[in-house]
């Protein structure tokens, strides 16, 4: 492996993780640009129909991809603390068994997605003129997990080197790619959801393949060979270790949207439009800390690996003050503009009048909640405890938002607004369950 990229065990903290999170947050903009362009589009051209199917598919897309996003981010970890320890073999071996394991995940989570989706928006009580759209959207999605997961695995091992801004350049051609496709197949060539799909699965190739590409010209990969690939049993355990518990916390959390997108559709085609755009938007408030916390997790891991027990700590200290930071900028943002926001989708009074509430309640102190809970479990998982991070979205996903949305919005009559109270309440205990973690947990002895 030839490459050259940032140390971060040595060197100004804040500078750092400045640098190294600007670019994953554009990164995660323009990769949430890929569903909001989806969701635009359809929405001018075929309607609310199409806004309630997108929206309600990719909840279910969001549950497939966290599979392979939780285990690349097992690569993440592995990749950095090789690196943070200056063992080269050990890098390439986590590389290689990287690429291996994404692969042999892609299939079955493809069959599943072909094979399951229908009944799952059937559960969720979908309005049944958004259901056949929905379906064809999500049968076409599936057919491109590879894709999918092999883009993430390629963005995973840089971040893990400290690279973040090769990922940027990666999926800003998916997303140049996504729009062009999306406006010929659906605005010129009228296909509808279905073109909006096949737009998405071409962005997505283009980024997996501009990312091996790229990584191949530059020689990357020199010093690889067959063995490489199939060295499992030295790195498989430390990619599986965070890369599970990381995978079914992404699982668990998109679940449990899912189920509250259910929740949702009760009220009807305005409010399940509405819910779908305000879950769009809000995905998009909390990209900041998303950023600061995949950050956290390649510089903790870093210097967990090489055993700078104190400056793990520091790192922990300045994430929580960006990602706060970055969140209060993006919810000032989202108030200000939030009318402006949903009419961008749909301009019908009820889309709008239900939107705007979505924002207004879900999009508010609930954000630096989030921020607090994401960074502190992304800090757990890159220190040794990603069972801490499993359970604290368990918590804040199951017990706590489904509680008290169906408490709220059913049993004490709040109907929409009680369920948007419910999700922006469920943050809170987690939070602080993260800062609990940061103080007294076993990764100050140097344990993971």
Known sequence: MQHSEPNFTAGKIPVQLFHFSVPLFFANVLQAAY?????????????????????????????????????????????ARAHGRGDSVAERNAVGTLFAVTAAAALPVTVCGLWFSREIFLRMDIPPEALPSACEYMYILSCGTLCSFGGNAVCALLRGLGDSRRPLLFISVAAAVNVVLDLLLVGVWSLGVPGAAWATVAAQAAAMLTGIGCLWRQGFFHGFDWRSFFSARKTLPGILKPGIPSAMQMIVVNIAFLLVTGMFNRFGMAESAAAAVGLKVSTLAGMPCWAVGQAVTAMAAQNMGA???????????????????????????????????????????????????????????????????YISDSFATATGAPLLALCNALLEAVILRLLLCGLLGFFCGYGFAGVCWGMALSTLPPALIGLAYYRFGAWRRGRR
């Open 307 to 373: 055993g700078k027990i104190a400056r793990t700590a520091r790192i922990w200290r300045y994430g929580i003050g960006l990602g706060v930071l970055f969140t209060g900028i993006a919810v000032l943002l989202i108030q200000l503009t939030a009318r402006r926001i949903i009419d961008c989708f749909d301009s019908s009074p009820e889309v709008v009048a239900s939107g705007v509430l979505y924002l207004r309640i879900f999009c508010s102190f609930s954000g630096f909640a989030y921020a607090v809970m």
């Open 35 to 79: 569903h909001l362009v989806d969701m635009m589009v359809i929405g001018h051209f075929v309607g609310s129909s199409g806004l309630a199917a997108v929206g309600n598919a990719s909840m279910l897309c969001f549950i497939i991809n966290s599979i392979g996003i939780g285990i690349t981010l097992g690569g993440t970890v592995e990749v």
